[in-house]
């Protein structure tokens, strides 16, 4: 098990959390990887939660999924858009789920009669799950939840104390990040908190080896210094990091910020990192284009960008790179059930995917009026689950709706029903269809299209196969409980809507498209778990560029 040759890169918050300590980690990531290292992350988060599919998105942003089926926190998906990678069920360490596995333990007898503690068996477990992170790569980063001094984190930031110990402290590099507030009444910096958080960090063994200070603005140098000075570290270890436009930007403010040298002291490697592709990308963000696209997402809850953060990244990267700009307009499903004007003016729609009846009707309207419109329509998960009712109710079936809303066998009015083995599991964490599933897409349907056209390009793979008879094999994440029921296939082919992809056996419904629209896609996946800001998911990329085109 043990990575002999990695080395381990600790980034903790100070202060506050919320400043871009995830960012900032991801950033570090980034520039190791564009020197040709292979870096994997991991987050140890305080909650007692066992993992992130029963908290709400409202409060804590969107549920990401890994490629193996773990439900995570949103930081999981930067991390995938940072480094271009893909993490897995060893990139996400939570408090509940490290005490109910010694719980377990502790329940089967395997602690043979010893006492069961905080340290040394919280903190023992903790290391083991940074080693089992870290095998194979050479750079593993890990940032801690939460603040310095919360009570609940104490345990992580002890474990990686402790793991210097187990590999060495010249195999382990310290980042705390610390916020510098801007006092307007006065007119001034203050570095306090900051300090009281490094003296707290001190305090638990751990003198860090860089020291990112984020500011609203630009800091003087001499800020930098006061904080080091006051905390007893190496002035050139404290860098300013102050608020920027884009996050896609921070691997650049990193840089400049001096990061690169302390960085290139821990792996010996003076070579520059190749940031040619961010650059280009970056490029392309900052630009304003000829071409406006207005793209309604119509959704549950509406105005804040974490709760649909991968859709909407999907949708700004794919932007960037066909040259456009995107004109995100955010309709509240809610609204849309008594007023379908509210879509008028729209280039294209996108309905996400979401839990629950509230403004399910709004969204079933939605699908709706862009089939009757020619609308360019995007359909993610529950995207493509009301597509297929509102195709149902066009074919026929007027009261059509999912189980998961009402609708039954009895009533014949179920196009979506209730997976096998999903049934009195409604309420209950890590039991849906969850991470990568491969779909099987039917030759001729604009689906396959797209993703060949992304394959033959190389702009996107992700295990795309072409298969003998011209279909195509993808791979796309998948969190659902719902799917389609075939018997109704009949009566949705009547509405508009075909399947264009079905899962290899055959049962379950992955994608389906309007061959008459120009571009009516759905999927039962969540392609936007799969996009890369360097390489933005084909679908995103077709739905925008058909948005973009006349009529
Ligand atoms: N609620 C639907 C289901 O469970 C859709 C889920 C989603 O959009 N992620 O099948």
């Known amino acids: 098990m043990k990575n002999k040759k990695c080395k381990y890169i600790f980034v903790t918050g100070g202060v506050l959390s919320g400043v871009g300590k995830g960012i900032t980690a991801a950033s570090i990531g980034a520039i190791l990887k564009a020197k040709g290292y292979k870096v994997t992350m991991q987050k140890c988060d305080p909650y007692l939660n066992v993992d992130a599919g029963l908290l709400n998105p409202v409060e804590h942003g969107e549920c990401y999924v890994t490629h193996d089926g773990v439900e995570t926190d949103l930081d999981l998906g930067h991390y995938d858009r940072f480094l271009d990678f893909e993490t897995s069920k060893y990139s996400i360490t939570l408090s509940g789920s490290i005490y109910k596995e010694l719980i377990e333990r502790e329940r089967s007898g395997g602690f043979r009669g010893k006492t069961v503690q905080l340290v040394p068996h919280f903190t023992g477990l903790v290391c083991e799950k940074i080693e089992k992170a870290s095998v194979d790569s050479d750079i593993h980063i890990v940032e801690i ?302 689906v396959a299209k797209i993703y060949r056209k992304a394959l033959e390009t190389s702009e996107y793979a992700y295990g795309t196969e072409v298969l003998e008879d011209g279909g195509l094999k993808v791979i796309e994440r998948h969190r659902h409980r719902y799917e389609v029921n075939q018997k109704y296939l009949d009566v949705i082919r009547e509405g508009g809507v075909e399947v264009s992809g079905l899962s290899p056996n055959g049962k379950l419904v992955e994608f389906i498209e309007a061959p008459s629209c120009r571009f009516f896609v759905a999927t039962q996946a969540h392609p936007e778990f799969k996009s890369r800001p360097l390489h933005p998911h084909p679908l995103f990329r077709e739905f925008l560029a058909k948005a973009g085109q006349a009529k």
């Open 145 to 446: 939840g939460g603040t310095i001094g919360d009570y609940e984190g104490l345990p992580f930031v002890e474990a990686i104390r402790l793991f210097a110990n187990k590999v060495g402290r010249r195999n382990c590099l310290y980042a705390s990040v610390v916020y510098v507030p801007f006092i307007h009444t006065s007119n001034e910096l203050k570095t306090k908190p900051a300090q009281n958080a490094l003296k707290d960090l001190r305090g638990f063994g751990i003198i860090p080896d860089i020291v990112c200070v984020r500011t609203e603005k630009p800091c003087p140098r001499g800020i930098c210094e006061k904080i080091a000075a006051f905390s007893g570290i190496a002035p050139e270890a404290v860098v300013n990091l102050p608020d920027i436009q884009s996050v896609y930007d921070v691997p650049f403010n990193v840089l400049k910020s001096g990061v690169l040298t302390i960085l290139n002291d821990f792996v010996g490697n003076e070579s520059e990192p190749d940031m040619r592709r961010w650059a280009e990308f970056s490029r392309r963000r900052a630009k304003k284009y000829a071409k406006t696209v207005k793209i309604g997402l119509v959704a549950k809850y509406v105005g804040n960008d974490d709760t649909y953060m991968c859709v909407t990244e999907a949708l700004k990267a794919a932007a960037a790179w066909d040259k456009v700009n995107l004109n995100l307009k955010w309709v509240n499903a809610e609204e849309v059930e008594n007023n379908v004007g509210l879509l008028k003016g729209l280039d294209g729609i996108v309905v996400p995917g979401g839990f629950g009846v509230r403004g399910v009707e709004g969204k079933i309207k939605a699908a709706e009026y862009a089939l009757k419109h020619d609308v360019p329509y995007l359909g993610l998960c529950l995207g493509m689950q009301v597509a297929c009712i509102a195709a149902a109710r066009k074919g026929g079936v007027k009261n059509a709706n999912s189980e998961e809303f009402g609708a039954s066998e009895e009533d014949g009015n179920n196009v979506i029903y209730i997976m096998e083995g999903q049934k009195g599991k409604e309420s209950t964490g890590g039991t849906m269809r969850l991470g990568d599933y491969t779909a099987v897409l039917k030759p001729k349907s604009k």
